[in-house]
């Protein structure tokens, strides 16, 4: 038995030495070190033996067990150094390969331009956590308790926050405009922001919905600030953003935290406003709420309504983005899937 180890020793360090990949390799730890190799074979038959004649053998199989494994390891660092090693003659005056740029996410871009129009206009970037709680949520913003306009905007509720109420019951932001609020406090009026972020809503996606989304919004507070320039600071920004001229339409909408309050929509660029499921076959898309801050949203800012003014609007970042490129479902902005970012770089 001892001669039949050292014969399998010599052959396999033999081809361990003259394997040429790791392929090669991998196929000679099998042949004589596997749950079924020539080693493990041999082992196999060492019940066979007298007590000292076995342990001697056994000692023996050990070590070649392990020259075997060390050969093999040996020559898997020799082919990495062979691989690694340049051959033939180098042209030094060839140009090398460019490492791959990534870019910008779409949204994130269109944020970034959204901000330039609107520095250009003299308001400044706000911004504040996605951790709010429902006095910033709904409280301040003039949603009562048991209103039902909190059930189109619920979000989501942070453990430990059961059965509290006011600033210690804590949520995911489910909307910016909290941060209008935050915002007058601390600076006061006049006033002229943005706030970009991501929001959180509690609902079904769809072509036109997502759990986690962009919004972007504005603020304008000033003293005998009319409703016409609100308009014209729409269509301002819109014609900015996309290089030209859009349609848009503003119909009567309720939300709690403006009074008037107004659906504003544009005309729908994925179709051209010939119908699509992005626009529900109609032609055009709502893309942001806007109107006149409500008077207790100023009065929970500690302003007083009488004396200022203003006006919202609040823009559905995704959905802008759609109609930027075309796209529509917005599922695929948020997809993480290279294949479909890549193309906006």
């Not at 196999?44 to 007590?51: A, H, N, R, S, T």
């Not at 119909?251 to 729908?268: H, L, N, Q, S």
């Not at 609007?313 to 997809?335: A, C, E, K, Q, T």
Request: hydrophobic share 40%; charged share 25%; glycine share 10%.
């Amino acid at each position: 038995m001892r001669e039949r180890l050292e014969a399998m020793k010599e052959a396999a360090l033999a081809a361990a030495q003259g394997a040429g990949n790791a392929d090669e390799l991998l196929q000679i730890r099998h042949q004589y070190l596997g749950k079924k190799g020539e080693l493990t074979l041999i082992l196999k038959e060492l019940g066979k033996l007298e007590p000292e004649e076995r342990r001697q053998t056994g000692m023996l199989a050990n070590e070649i067990k392990d020259a075997i494994t060390q050969a093999i390891t040996a020559r898997e660092e020799a082919l990495v150094d062979e691989g690694s090693a340049i051959q033939g003659e180098i042209d030094l005056t060839l140009p090398g390969i460019p490492p791959v740029s990534g870019g910008l996410h779409p949204i994130t871009q269109m944020s970034y331009d959204l901000n330039d129009a609107f520095l250009s206009l003299g308001f400044e970037v706000f911004a504040e956590g996605e951790i709010t709680s429902e006095k910033y949520a709904f409280d301040n913003l003039n949603f009562p308790p048991d209103h039902p306009a909190r059930d189109t905007m619920d979000t989501y509720w942070l453990k430990g926050s059961e059965g509290k109420t006011g600033a210690q019951r804590l949520c995911l932001r489910p909307h910016l405009t909290g941060a209008s609020v935050r915002y007058l406090m601390q600076f006061g009026a006049p006033a002229r922001f943005v706030y970009p972020g991501r929001v959180y809503r509690n609902e079904n996606t769809d072509a036109r919905h997502e759990r986690a989304f962009f919004q972007y919004e504005a603020l304008i507070v000033e003293k005998d600030f009319s409703f016409a320039s609100g308009q014209l600071l729409v269509s301002t920004i819109l014609e900015k953003v996309f290089g030209r001229k859009v349609d848009t339409r503003m119909r009567a909408g309720f939300f709690p935290f403006v009074e008037p309050g107004f659906e504003i929509d544009m005309k729908c660029l994925v179709c051209g406003g010939s119908g699509c499921k992005v626009c529900k076959q109609v032609g055009w898309i709502e893309v942001m709420p806007g109107g006149t801050p409500h008077p207790n949203v100023l009065r929970a800012a500690g302003l007083d309504p009488d004396i200022w003014s203003g006006f919202y609007i609040n823009i559905g970042l995704d959905r802008l983005v759609m109609m930027r490129y075309g796209v529509d479902d917005v599922r695929l902005f948020h997809s993480a899937d290279l294949r479909f970012l890549s193309q906006f770089r």
